[in-house]
T-cell receptor, first 117, second 112 residues
């Protein structure tokens, strides 16, 4: 089946620094990738939709200047949390949709746990 | 805007019981519905995907049904085992949106 990887799996950073999270589709091409955030004991909330070669679409309430998304290739999307603060500590999960499939199933990465101290 | 609700929020059952998890959604114009399992601190494991034209899907001890007109789906787990303990998430993808909307999940505990 389709595999999506994320790197790193966990990261600790100091307040004010920036952190980059990578999402890769390993065995398929993905024109569309999605970034979700999950706070403890809560469900996944969509942050943004990442489209290859164009600007990302952000959900209401998500600051696009704080959460920079780049989808430069058909297999890689990156999320950069700029000037991170403790309230940005969360579990970030990406998903990708196989461009060839008509089913529109999303394949999820294993997630990245960010802790901002 | 699509809203997805899962009931109950938590469920504890003894091993061997059959159980049903419920999911409801407000916009019936869905493209598909998917059930996931999430273990603590981990990512999502896809269990079953039901297309809008389908009524149910089965995989092993799991059976998911979809009633699009009433905005409901159920996940049936037969002969539950302690290893089934996890949070189960329901998510829908609509024609209007390009993404998935998740319910808050049902936290299942199966006691030995």
């Amino acid at each position: 089946g389709a595999v999506v990887s994320q790197h790193p799996s966990w990261v600790i950073c100091k307040s004010g620094t920036s952190v980059k999270i990578e999402c890769r589709s390993l065995d398929f091409q993905a024109t569309t990738m999605f970034w979700y955030r999950q706070f403890p004991k809560q469900s996944l909330m969509l942050m943004a939709t990442s489209n290859e070669g164009s600007k990302a679409t952000y959900e209401q309430g998500v600051e696009k200047d704080k959460f920079l998304i780049n989808h430069a290739s058909l297999t890689l999307s990156t999320l950069t949390v700029t000037s991170a603060h403790p309230e940005d500590s969360s579990f970030y999960i990406c998903s990708a949709r196989d461009s060839r499939e008509k089913v529109r199933e999303q394949y999820f990465g294993p997630g990245t746990r960010l802790t901002v101290t | 805007k699509q809203e997805v609700t899962q009931i109950p929020a938590a469920l504890s059952v003894p091993e061997g019981e059959n159980l049903v998890l419920n999911c409801s959604f407000t916009d019936s114009a869905i493209y598909n519905l998917q059930w996931f399992r999430q273990d603590p601190g981990k990512g999502l494991t896809s269990l079953l995907l039901i297309q809008s034209s389908q009524r149910e899907q089965t995989s092993g001890r799991l059976n998911a049904s979809l009633d699009k007109s009433s905005g409901r789906s159920t996940l049936y787990i037969a002969a539950s085992q302690p290893g089934d303990s996890a949070t189960y998430l329901c998510a829908v993808s609509t024609y209007n949106n390009n993404d998935m909307r998740f319910g808050a999940g049902t936290r299942l505990t199966v006691k030995p």
